[in-house]
């Protein structure tokens, strides 16, 4: 739109805020119109104003009232202002012919249109100077037609060549419509869009001469997200032009296309209607309601690629209640109160924070789990010996098993480590260590034990004939002290059976059992009890 005479002074004098003589010096610089903005960058900026703070030529001294005199031209005015406001009209013009938008003296106002612009522009710019996130990668767990929609979000966040984002690369209309959607009220960009980048998005062409370099970045990510893997082979045809836009298109058609996508929302409607949750084992009612909830957002994916009728609140709670098979009380009639009551019967997740109390499996776990300090009133400790008592501790708070009062772990300590023990560590590990020793655990501090460390067969063998042989060595000792007993006491018989057939004195039976040898004075006899006895052993044996 070509703006009157009037409207175009009003622009550089009121909204750029320049005075007279600098515009009319500006036509002389070549801005004689507002367009011719949009050919001066920094540069040429910087260079207007130095021509502008010393021109070139003379003039006739106002003060010789013959007009004989010349002097040099005086500076003109141009503020920092004047400055300021000018560079960010001279985006703005861009950004209009960028977007295919028309200038009009309602979108040229400084107050609040380019004001407003030169912060959107300066999130861009900002944005640009940042360092590029990682580019995501097709996984078993990113599948290619969930990486689609991460791929599209990444290039959303890269800021190409032209200080737009590269997603304006892949949209799915390479034109654009010739005449620009009505601008928002005192904003720079169209009500549809939402914002100055969206619209760049949108709007901004393929023709221009820097898409080739912001094309090409989008198939150097796209080769980078599918390097080693299958797909590769997709965009190999597009290398050579570095074509990243055409390499999109053909991940996007033979991956997902709508076929996958309908395969995708069938299989997540089919989780929602048949998969149930009966409360067994140890998956919890809360992972349940996450499968439910990232089901729905899948579906929320398909619907933009296929025509779909998403569930609203009230259907997801029914879904949800349907498919809990847990006969647990608590749960129970934590769900008839849900049936109860309208607003959480609209409201998936006031639905899901309400039940999840009462998930018997959770319940299980914290019943299982160790309590806190608080409420420990008494626990199993080891006592010097190695025995396990009853002790009663008071306080805040209670000493765990395998540490010391001096916070020394009781386990084996490398040599580095052992040194950075402070001195009464040192002196109760120490201890720790000898009373184990001596009670014949000590030896193994700080190792694994036999069912952590299982043995090889090698091992067992060499431990088994170890004990075998020990156990012979002791069964091989003990027979030879009882042979040995055995000769001493046939020795000892037959020196008293010797003793006997020696010649004596006559002697009385009773004398014979009741005096000693050195009683009598005569040689000594057999003890015919004790001998007896002797015989008597022998034959028990």
């Given at each position: 739109?070509?703006?009157?005479?009037?409207q175009t002074t009003a622009f550089?004098?009121?909204?750029?805020?320049?005075?007279?003589?600098?515009?009319?010096?500006?036509?002389?610089?070549?801005?004689?119109?507002?367009?011719?903005?949009?050919?001066?960058?920094?540069?040429?900026?910087?260079?207007?104003?130095?021509?502008?703070?010393?021109?070139?030529?003379?003039?006739?001294?106002?003060?010789?009232?013959?007009?004989?005199?010349?002097?040099?031209?005086?500076?003109?005015?141009?503020?920092?202002?004047?400055?300021?406001?000018?560079?960010?009209?001279?985006?703005?013009?861009?950004?209009?012919?960028?977007?295919?938008?028309?200038?009009?003296?309602?979108?040229?106002?400084?107050?609040?249109?380019?004001?407003?612009?030169?912060?959107?522009?300066?999130?861009?710019?900002?944005?640009?100077?940042?360092?590029?996130?990682?580019?995501?990668?097709?996984?078993?767990?990113?599948?290619?037609?969930?990486?689609?929609?991460?791929?599209?979000?990444?290039?959303?966040?890269?800021?190409?060549?032209?200080?737009?984002?590269?997603?304006?690369?892949?949209?799915?209309?390479?034109?654009?419509?010739?005449?620009?959607?009505?601008?928002?009220?005192?904003?720079?960009?169209?009500?549809?869009?939402?914002?100055?980048?969206?619209?760049?998005?949108?709007?901004?062409?393929?023709?221009?001469?820097?898409?080739?370099?912001?094309?090409?970045?989008?198939?150097?990510?796209?080769?980078?997200?599918?390097?080693?893997?299958?797909?590769?082979?997709?965009?190999?045809?597009?290398?050579?032009?570095?074509?990243?836009?055409?390499?999109?298109?053909?991940?996007?058609?033979?991956?997902?296309?709508?076929?996958?996508?309908?395969?995708?929302?069938?299989?997540?409607?089919?989780?929602?209607?048949?998969?149930?949750?009966?409360?067994?084992?140890?998956?919890?009612?809360?992972?349940?309601?996450?499968?439910?909830?990232?089901?729905?957002?899948?579906?929320?994916?398909?619907?933009?690629?296929?025509?779909?009728?998403?569930?609203?609140?009230?259907?997801?709670?029914?879904?949800?209640?349907?498919?809990?098979?847990?006969?647990?009380?608590?749960?129970?009639?934590?769900?008839?109160?849900?049936?109860?009551?309208?607003?959480?019967?609209?409201?998936?997740e006031e639905t899901a924070s309400?039940?999840?109390?009462h998930c018997p499996v959770a319940?299980?776990?914290?019943?299982?789990?160790?309590?806190?300090?608080?409420?420990?009133?008494?626990?199993?400790?080891?006592?010097?010996?190695?025995?396990?008592?009853?002790?009663?501790?008071?306080?805040?708070?209670?000493?765990?098993?395998?540490?010391?009062?001096?916070?020394?772990?009781?386990?084996?300590?490398?040599?580095?480590?052992?040194?950075?023990?402070?001195?009464?560590?040192?002196?109760?590990?120490?201890?720790?260590?000898?009373?184990?020793?001596?009670?014949?655990?000590?030896?193994?501090?700080?190792?694994?034990?036999?069912?952590?460390?299982?043995?090889?067969?090698?091992?067992?063998?060499?431990?088994?004939?170890?004990?075998?042989?020990?156990?012979?060595?002791?069964?091989?000792?003990?027979?030879?002290?009882?042979?040995?007993?055995?000769?001493?006491?046939?020795?000892?018989?037959?020196?008293?059976?010797?003793?006997?057939?020696?010649?004596?004195?006559?002697?009385?039976?009773?004398?014979?059992?009741?005096?000693?040898?050195?009683?009598?004075?005569?040689?000594?006899?057999?003890?015919?009890?004790?001998?007896?006895?002797?015989?008597?052993?022998?034959?028990?044996?």
């Amino acid at each position: 739109m070509v703006l009157s005479a009037a409207q175009t002074t009003a622009f550089w004098e009121t909204e750029l805020a320049l005075p007279g003589a600098t515009r009319q010096r500006l036509v002389l610089e070549g801005l004689a119109d507002i367009s011719d903005l949009t050919e001066i960058d920094t540069e040429n900026l910087k260079q207007i104003a130095d021509n502008l703070r010393r021109p070139a030529g003379t003039m006739i001294d106002p003060a010789d009232a013959n007009g004989a005199r010349m002097i040099p031209i005086p500076p003109f005015v141009f503020g920092a202002k004047s400055q300021l406001r000018m560079k960010a009209a001279i985006k703005l013009l861009r950004f209009y012919e960028t977007v295919g938008r028309v200038h009009t003296a309602s979108n040229l106002k400084w107050d609040p249109v380019i004001k407003s612009f030169s912060q959107h522009w300066k999130s861009l710019t900002d944005r640009k100077d940042e360092s590029t996130p990682d580019t995501p990668k097709i996984t078993k767990t990113l599948t290619v037609i969930k990486w689609t929609e991460a791929f599209a979000d990444f290039l959303n966040r890269v800021i190409g060549t032209r200080t737009i984002p590269l997603s304006y690369v892949i949209r799915a209309d390479a034109t654009v419509a010739n005449i620009a959607p009505p601008i928002a009220a005192n904003q720079p960009y169209a009500a549809e869009y939402g914002s100055v980048e969206s619209e760049l998005i949108a709007r901004a062409s393929h023709t221009h001469a820097l898409f080739r370099d912001d094309n090409a970045k989008v198939y150097y990510y796209l080769e980078e997200a599918t390097r080693t893997t299958i797909y590769a082979g997709s965009i190999k045809p597009y290398q050579k032009a570095k074509d990243g836009r055409g390499a999109w298109k053909a991940m996007v058609s033979q991956y997902a296309g709508e076929d996958k996508w309908r395969m995708e929302l069938k299989r997540q409607d089919e989780l929602l209607h048949t998969y149930k949750w009966k409360g067994q084992a140890n998956f919890s009612l809360e992972r349940f309601v996450g499968q439910h909830r990232n089901a729905y957002i899948s579906m929320t994916q398909c619907a933009e690629h296929v025509q779909f009728q998403l569930p609203n609140e009230q259907t997801r709670v029914g879904y949800l209640m349907d498919a809990i098979g847990c006969n647990d009380a608590p749960l129970q009639a934590a769900m008839a109160l849900v049936r109860n009551d309208p607003a959480k019967m609209n409201s998936f997740e006031e639905t899901a924070s309400f039940l999840l109390p009462h998930c018997p499996v959770a319940k299980k776990r914290t019943a299982g789990s160790k309590r806190d300090i608080a409420n420990i009133s008494d626990l199993n400790a080891s006592d010097e010996k190695g025995s396990d008592k009853q002790v009663r501790f008071s306080g805040g708070k209670s000493p765990k098993r395998g540490i010391g009062k001096s916070g020394v772990h009781f386990r084996f300590y490398g040599l580095e480590e052992y040194k950075k023990l402070s001195r009464a560590q040192k002196e109760e590990l120490k201890e720790y260590r000898d009373n184990m020793e001596s009670n014949g655990k000590g030896r193994n501090l700080g190792k694994s034990n036999s069912t952590s460390n299982p043995k090889s067969p090698k091992q067992v063998s060499s431990t088994i004939a170890a004990q075998v042989a020990k156990q012979v060595k002791e069964k091989m000792k003990a027979i030879e002290s009882e042979a040995e007993s055995e000769e001493q006491l046939k020795d000892y018989i037959i020196s008293l059976v010797s003793a006997q057939k020696t010649p004596t004195k006559k002697a009385n039976v009773s004398s014979a059992n009741t005096l000693p040898p050195a009683a009598t004075g005569d040689a000594p006899t057999a003890p015919l009890v004790t001998l007896q006895q002797i015989i008597k052993r022998l034959d028990k044996k």
